[in-house]
């Protein structure tokens, strides 16, 4: 008997390691030998050979164990599924096949009581993320659950993947949960109890990035937690100055993106980024002046591009903006066809603090024409042969952005009034933009 055992371990050896490596050949001599031999589990954590190969990302063996085995949801003796391995070591291709295979993304495991899609986050991959969302969007789940509601699956301490985001650092999940409509003022606390929000957790984790998403996003600088504490204690607490100078409830507030604008919603992806962009460009700017005071300050921007620049200020006139006649015009307004820049347009979009006006959100105009903004699409412009040049599709190579560099030059201060005024109304009030729309009706190219 005891001699047998052994025997057993040593095969059992022989195929984890085997599937660790993606040794196929070995498994499947060892499979001749014992059919029985794949739904050995390992001695300690209790991993089947499916869990293995999903954590090592090793696809080819992943297949062929789903071929033989009806189960794609078999537990370790944490109770977590291959999926979850595999959404905790960022194995997307194997994330992607376990779905296929009808894999459950709605299991908790018994440690912490978390899904797949809280170990994508807390992990850091945001193309996991994305995987299990669109697999929740078409799944049973988001008709028995909801899928607003399975973005915001809790843990058993009432953590959301966009806590937990927060917490370990990862900026790009956050970005991608927010896009699937995390809520980003999601508190642990059960029932109405206090609790810490997603900007609590990125205070104590120490990222600036994870913060300015978050501050992107409306999340409040005033909630407190359990212990009473808004987000500017606990960053303090942890010694990180600069994430507490932006959360200091006195420093000035972030550009918000305007998510609650349907205009904004219905933005198709490569207007989208543009404007995403624009706004975290204008937010660093303003974190420059409020980091100025403190001690620190952010890292220099890259200058990778240097031969976009060039490109730009060959362009001719009639592509620059013409609200702060500093950038160059990206967005389309339509109907009406006016041209502006991303981040006029966004300032545009902002004045209205959007979680001031919950009901009603009236659509912003046009501030050239005063109509009604039915759609922003990035715009088209002339290129110098007189062809006409899509930006959004030369973006597959290179994205022809608005420039850092240039356009937020030192002297130049139109845009940044612009941005401390907060308001194209009151400039309207002056008369700048009304102004500026009679005189720019023959610059801009109807298309
Ligand atoms: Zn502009
Ligand atoms: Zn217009």
């Given at each position: 008997?005891?001699?047998?055992?052994?025997?057993?371990a040593?095969?059992?050896?022989?195929?984890?390691?085997?599937?660790?490596?993606?040794d196929?050949?070995?498994?499947?001599?060892?499979?001749?030998?014992?059919?029985?031999?794949?739904?050995?589990?390992?001695?300690?954590?209790?991993?089947?050979?499916?869990?293995?190969?999903?954590?090592?990302?090793?696809?080819?063996?992943?297949?062929?164990?789903?071929?033989?085995?009806s189960?794609?949801?078999?537990?370790?003796r944490?109770?977590q599924?291959?999926?979850?391995?595999?959404?905790?070591?960022?194995?997307?291709?194997?994330?992607?096949?376990?779905?296929?295979a009808?894999?459950?993304?709605l299991?908790?495991?018994?440690?912490?009581?978390?899904?797949?899609?809280?170990f994508?986050?807390?992990?850091?991959?945001?193309?996991?993320?994305?995987?299990?969302?669109?697999?929740?969007?078409?799944?049973?789940?988001a008709?028995?659950?909801?899928?607003?509601?399975?973005?915001?699956?809790?843990?058993?301490?009432?953590?959301?993947?966009?806590?937990?985001?927060?917490?370990?650092?990862?900026?790009?999940?956050?970005?991608?949960?927010?896009?699937?409509?995390?809520?980003?003022?999601?508190?642990?606390?059960?029932?109405?109890?206090?609790?810490?929000?997603?900007?609590?957790?990125?205070?104590?984790?120490?990222?600036?990035?994870c913060?300015?998403?978050?501050?992107?996003?409306?999340?409040?600088?005033?909630?407190?937690?359990?212990?009473?504490?808004?987000?500017y204690?606990?960053?303090?607490?942890?010694?990180?100055?600069?994430?507490?100078?932006?959360?200091?409830?006195?420093?000035?507030?972030?550009?918000?993106?305007?998510?609650?604008?349907?205009?904004?919603?219905?933005?198709?992806?490569?207007?989208?980024?543009?404007?995403?962009?624009?706004?975290?460009?204008?937010?660093?700017?303003?974190e420059?002046?409020?980091?100025?005071?403190t001690?620190?300050?952010?890292?220099?921007?890259?200058h990778?591009?240097?031969?976009?620049?060039?490109?730009?200020?060959?362009?001719?006139?009639?592509?620059?903006?013409?609200?702060?006649?500093?950038?160059?015009?990206?967005?389309?307004?339509?109907?009406?066809g006016?041209?502006?820049?991303?981040?006029?347009?966004?300032?545009?979009?902002?004045?209205?603090?959007?979680?001031?006006?919950?009901?009603?959100?009236?659509?912003?105009?046009?501030p050239f024409?005063?109509?009604?903004?039915?759609?922003?699409v990035?715009?088209?412009?002339?290129?110098?042969?007189?062809?006409?040049?899509?930006?959004?599709?030369?973006?597959?190579?290179?994205?022809?952005?608005?420039?850092?560099?240039r356009?937020?030059?030192?002297?130049?201060?139109?845009?940044?009034?612009?941005?401390?005024?907060?308001?194209?109304?009151?400039?309207?009030?002056?008369?700048?933009?009304?102004?500026?729309?009679?005189?720019?009706?023959?610059?801009?190219?109807?298309?």
């Amino acid at each position: 008997m005891g001699q047998g055992l052994s025997c057993v371990a040593r095969q059992e050896n022989a195929l984890f390691s085997a599937v660790q490596v993606g040794d196929l050949e070995t498994i499947e001599a060892l499979l001749k030998r014992e059919a029985n031999v794949l739904n050995h589990k390992t001695a300690h954590g209790r991993h089947s050979a499916l869990h293995i190969a999903a954590a090592n990302g090793q696809i080819e063996i992943l297949l062929m164990l789903l071929e033989k085995s009806s189960n794609p949801d078999v537990l370790n003796r944490l109770k977590q599924t291959p999926l979850m391995l595999a959404a905790m070591h960022g194995k997307i291709s194997c994330v992607k096949r376990l779905i296929e295979a009808g894999a459950n993304i709605l299991t908790f495991d018994s440690l912490h009581g978390r899904t797949c899609l809280h170990f994508a986050a807390y992990y850091g991959h945001p193309d996991c993320l994305e995987a299990i969302l669109s697999a929740a969007r078409s799944s049973p789940i988001a008709v028995s659950w909801g899928f607003a509601r399975f973005v915001n699956v809790r843990d058993a301490r009432g953590a959301t993947p966009l806590h937990l985001a927060a917490r370990r650092r990862r900026p790009e999940c956050i970005h991608t949960l927010l896009d699937h409509g995390a809520l980003v003022c999601a508190s642990t606390g059960e029932y109405g109890c206090p609790g810490s929000t997603p900007l609590h957790l990125a205070a104590r984790g120490g990222s600036l990035d994870c913060i300015r998403q978050l501050l992107a996003w409306g999340a409040d600088r005033l909630q407190r937690d359990a212990s009473g504490r808004i987000p500017y204690v606990v960053a303090l607490k942890h010694r990180h100055g600069a994430c507490a100078a932006l959360l200091n409830p006195s420093s000035l507030e972030p550009l918000i993106w305007p998510a609650p604008l349907k205009l904004i919603s219905e933005l198709n992806e490569e207007a989208k980024s543009l404007l995403e962009q624009a706004l975290m460009e204008v937010n660093k700017e303003r974190e420059k002046n409020i980091l100025k005071g403190t001690a620190h300050s952010l890292p220099s921007p890259s200058h990778s591009e240097s031969g976009l620049d060039d490109n730009i200020s060959e362009a001719s006139d009639t592509e620059v903006c013409c609200i702060c006649f500093e950038q160059m015009c990206t967005i389309e307004v339509q109907d009406c066809g006016h041209l502006m820049c991303a981040q006029c347009t966004l300032v545009l979009c902002c004045h209205n603090k959007p979680n001031s006006a919950t009901a009603c959100i009236t659509p912003p105009l046009c501030p050239f024409c005063r109509s009604t903004i039915a759609r922003l699409v990035v715009a088209e412009i002339k290129d110098h042969d007189g062809t006409d040049c899509d930006i959004g599709n030369v973006s597959s190579s290179k994205p022809r952005k608005p420039s850092k560099s240039r356009h937020f030059s030192e002297g130049s201060s139109s845009f940044k009034s612009l941005l401390t005024v907060g308001s194209f109304r009151k400039m309207g009030d002056r008369g700048g933009a009304v102004r500026i729309a009679a005189e720019t009706e023959w610059m801009v190219d109807k298309l």
